[in-house]
């Protein structure tokens, strides 16, 4: 178990030095040994966890997803959403804060074009865990699947142009915003009987 727990720090650290350097230098011009120097890791021991850099800034991508996931404390597959609206507008406050206190890292991995190879399977990944979420809601007009990667999609957009615009409007109205804007219209036309 302590050897578990030393690898997770190890993880840990470097992809904290790895940010750290992104921010200073900007991600192109960071190398491994800047990582490993900051996080005071060997650089042989970096190879026993990634390959390179950007297998580390994926690793470091995912765990922000799963911490995210984590804050949203999802129901199961199956489980009924009461009003699925409200829900996903609680998703879409909770998202938005979590951007708010976390906005260094997500202006990192969302507003630098060259990240996209980091965003497009974090991307995917989010699709699918909302395609299983709405899969067990009304699928009258569109696929569970169409519609989550419309949401996924359009929320990462919106994402983006609240911090590029340097969060002009409150979580809370981002969030009233995403309801709005991305979840009534999907569920209206998921539902809408012909």
């Known amino acids: 178990m302590s050897q578990d727990r030393r690898i997770l720090r190890t993880q840990k650290l470097l992809g904290e030095a790895l940010i750290a350097e992104t921010r200073e230098k900007g991600y192109k011009n960071v190398t491994i040994q800047d990582v490993t120097k900051r996080a005071d890791v060997g650089y042989r021991t970096y190879f026993r966890h990634y390959t390179g850099l950007d297998e580390l800034l ?71 865990k909302a395609e299983i979420l709405l899969s067990g809601l009304p699928q009258e007009n569109i696929s569970a699947g169409v519609a989550a990667n419309h949401i996924i999609s359009s929320a990462f957009s919106l994402m983006r142009w609240w911090l590029e615009n340097d969060l002009r409007h409150s979580s809370q109205k981002m969030g009233a915003i995403f ?6 219209p999907t569920w209206l036309v998921m539902t809408l009987e012909e």
């Open 58 to 128: 994926i690793s470091v991508a995912q765990d922000r997803l799963d911490e995210f996931y984590e804050i949203l404390d999802l129901p199961l597959p199956g489980e009924l959403i009461a009003d699925p609206v409200e829900y996903f507008h609680k998703i879409g406050d909770t998202l938005f804060q979590h951007i708010e206190q976390n906005q260094k890292m997500f202006r990192f991995l969302l507003l630098d074009d060259s990240l996209r190879f980091v965003i497009d399977p974090v991307m995917s990944r989010a699709c699918q």
């Open 179 to 184: 309801t709005d804007l991305i979840i009534k």
